[in-house]
């Protein structure tokens, strides 16, 4: 006979359904594609976004600029034009995404990706060095100046605003000794000139488009079977098979595309991708790879999350902040070198203009949360897009130069909004 009260009667019939819940029964939960579906819609309705306004950002400039100017946007050589357009501008944002997932900024990104072309130019032109000893020279300059900027926001507590707004000022001054008042270096260098101006063979495109698109199956299709082998919470595998399906058409259509002859003359052949994009391709691989799959990105979130708690965890929050300056520094001595090769030459005013405020503003576009903590190397990809997309198309528009600036700071304005409005949900939601 049993001595069990029916309170606790009860709370033995229900043990099993409440412990279910209250475990970690979510983690080995198998959904089908309406459950997951719904948990994406609320997601997305707590604020978490992600790259979904980049993407319909994307949608809506193309439809836009492909109405107005029909017979020139969408053809293979503007599109081509247009990727090698945002080349500079999304290599600087990259960077930069490291920066912003700790909430801090960096104002002298653009001035510093001009500091190391110009070291690069002096090092070619000057000393006579050969291109891969002047891109090392740059790189390495980037690498300073990203430890000394981590060194006073993390050590001496200098709010990096105020320091990177110094630098801002005073490296212009540097790459104004190095080239000099009014002075040019050209960049002449077949290699260097190479990564803006020249194309890969068109074989070694769709070989290089079909290992990314099978490696990128491989690897999703791995980690969903070692999930689902662990009992773990894992997506449908015809959602898996999908977004799979949509990279490779992408990966494909665009090679597609730009294998395409587009030589204005018969006389010459002009086909193939840009050296450059494959140069973007491989940083976005790394830094992806960096924030998602290694310790490090996970302590880079955690630190933008609640760097107080970050710390308890034993996490080194001051190695992680001067970290992330000196990636965004290197990634700007990389966007510089790219500059250079796009224009053949390096001035005093290169990096000063708007290269910084459109990286931060592709960040912000790309999905990236000035807050910290939210973010990933995607984000400067598909941002770097957007800015791009309005300056060709306001460029085949004929459009003042004014009325461009206009429409991009207020395209960077409504990103941020956006960034603001989905934290007070995310906020408001307990995520």
């Given at each position: 006979?049993?001595?069990?009260?029916?309170?606790?009667?009860?709370?033995?019939?229900?043990?099993?359904?409440?412990?279910?819940?209250?475990?970690?029964?979510a983690?080995?939960?198998?959904?089908?594609?309406?459950?997951?579906?719904?948990d994406?819609?609320?997601?997305?309705?707590?604020?978490?976004?992600?790259?979904?306004?980049?993407?319909?950002?994307?949608?809506?400039?193309?439809?836009?600029f492909?109405?107005?100017?029909?017979?020139?946007?969408?053809?293979?050589?503007?599109?081509?034009?247009?990727?090698?357009?945002?080349?500079?501008?999304?290599?600087?944002?990259?960077?930069?995404?490291?920066?912003?997932?700790?909430?801090?900024?960096?104002?002298?990104?653009?001035?510093?990706?001009?500091?190391?072309?110009?070291?690069?130019?002096?090092?070619i032109?000057?000393?006579?060095?050969?291109?891969?000893?002047?891109?090392?020279?740059?790189?390495?300059?980037?690498?300073?100046?990203?430890?000394?900027?981590?060194?006073?926001?993390?050590?001496?507590?200098?709010p990096?605003?105020?320091?990177?707004?110094?630098?801002?000022l005073?490296?212009?001054?540097?790459?104004?000794?190095?080239?000099?008042?009014?002075?040019?270096?050209?960049?002449?260098?077949?290699?260097?000139?190479?990564?803006?101006?020249?194309?890969?063979?068109?074989?070694?495109?769709?070989a290089?488009?079909?290992?990314?698109?099978?490696?990128?199956?491989?690897?999703?299709?791995?980690?969903?079977?070692q999930?689902?082998?662990?009992?773990?919470?894992v997506?449908?595998?015809?959602?898996?098979?999908?977004?799979?399906?949509?990279?490779?058409?992408?990966?494909?259509?665009?090679?597609?595309?730009?294998?395409?002859?587009?030589?204005?003359?018969?006389?010459i052949?002009?086909?193939?991708?840009?050296?450059?994009?494959?140069?973007?391709?491989?940083?976005?691989?790394?830094?992806?790879?960096?924030?998602?799959r290694?310790?490090?990105?996970?302590?880079?979130?955690?630190?933008?999350?609640?760097a107080?708690?970050?710390?308890?965890?034993?996490?080194?929050?001051?190695r992680?902040?001067?970290?992330?300056?000196?990636?965004?520094?290197?990634?700007?001595?990389?966007?510089?070198?790219?500059?250079?090769?796009?224009?053949?030459?390096?001035?005093?005013?290169?990096?000063?203009?708007?290269d910084?405020?459109?990286?931060?503003?592709?960040?912000?576009?790309?999905?990236?949360?000035?807050?910290?903590?939210?973010?990933?190397?995607?984000?400067?990809?598909?941002?770097?897009?957007?800015?791009a997309?309005?300056?060709?198309?306001?460029?085949?528009?004929?459009?003042?130069?004014?009325?461009?600036?206009?429409?991009?700071?207020?395209?960077?304005?409504?990103?941020?909004?956006?960034?603001?409005?989905?934290?007070?949900?995310?906020?408001?939601?307990?995520?």
């Amino acid at each position: 006979m049993s001595t069990d009260t029916p309170k606790e009667q009860g709370a033995m019939k229900s043990g099993p359904v409440r412990m279910a819940d209250a475990d970690f029964a979510a983690d080995r939960r198998q959904n089908d594609v309406a459950g997951a579906l719904r948990d994406y819609w609320a997601q997305v309705r707590s604020g978490d976004l992600g790259a979904i306004p980049a993407i319909l950002g994307i949608v809506a400039l193309v439809a836009l600029f492909t109405a107005l100017r029909p017979e020139t946007f969408l053809t293979d050589r503007n599109i081509a034009n247009l990727f090698t357009q945002a080349l500079p501008v999304t290599i600087l944002a990259m960077g930069l995404v490291f920066v912003l997932l700790l909430g801090e900024i960096d104002l002298s990104a653009g001035v510093t990706s001009g500091v190391c072309a110009a070291v690069m130019a002096k090092l070619i032109v000057d000393s006579g060095q050969p291109w891969y000893v002047a891109v090392l020279g740059a790189v390495v300059t980037g690498i300073v100046i990203g430890t000394a900027i981590g060194w006073l926001v993390a050590v001496i507590r200098i709010p990096s605003f105020v320091v990177t707004l110094a630098l801002f000022l005073g490296l212009q001054g540097i790459t104004l000794r190095l080239v000099g008042e009014g002075g040019t270096v050209p960049v002449r260098d077949d290699v260097i000139v190479a990564l803006a101006n020249k194309n890969m063979p068109v074989a070694l495109g769709w070989a290089l488009a079909a290992a990314c698109a099978a490696g990128y199956a491989a690897v999703q299709l791995w980690r969903w079977r070692q999930q689902h082998s662990r009992g773990l919470s894992v997506k449908p595998l015809q959602m898996v098979v999908a977004r799979v399906a949509v990279v490779a058409a992408a990966l494909l259509g665009g090679t597609l595309l730009l294998s395409q002859d587009r030589a204005p003359s018969p006389l010459i052949t002009l086909a193939g991708i840009p050296w450059g994009v494959l140069l973007v391709g491989v940083l976005l691989i790394a830094c992806t790879f960096v924030l998602g799959r290694t310790p490090y990105g996970r302590h880079v979130y955690a630190v933008g999350g609640n760097a107080e708690a970050a710390r308890r965890a034993g996490v080194n929050v001051t190695r992680i902040r001067i970290s992330v300056f000196m990636i965004a520094s290197t990634l700007a001595a990389i966007a510089g070198i790219v500059a250079a090769s796009r224009l053949n030459s390096v001035t005093p005013s290169s990096g000063a203009g708007n290269d910084l405020l459109y990286a931060v503003g592709a960040a912000v576009i790309g999905g990236t949360s000035l807050f910290g903590g939210r973010g990933k190397a995607r984000d400067a990809v598909l941002g770097g897009l957007v800015i791009a997309i309005i300056d060709n198309g306001l460029g085949l528009l004929g459009t003042k130069a004014y009325l461009n600036f206009l429409i991009t700071g207020s395209v960077l304005l409504l990103a941020a909004s956006i960034d603001a409005l989905a934290r007070r949900r995310r906020s408001s939601a307990g995520r």
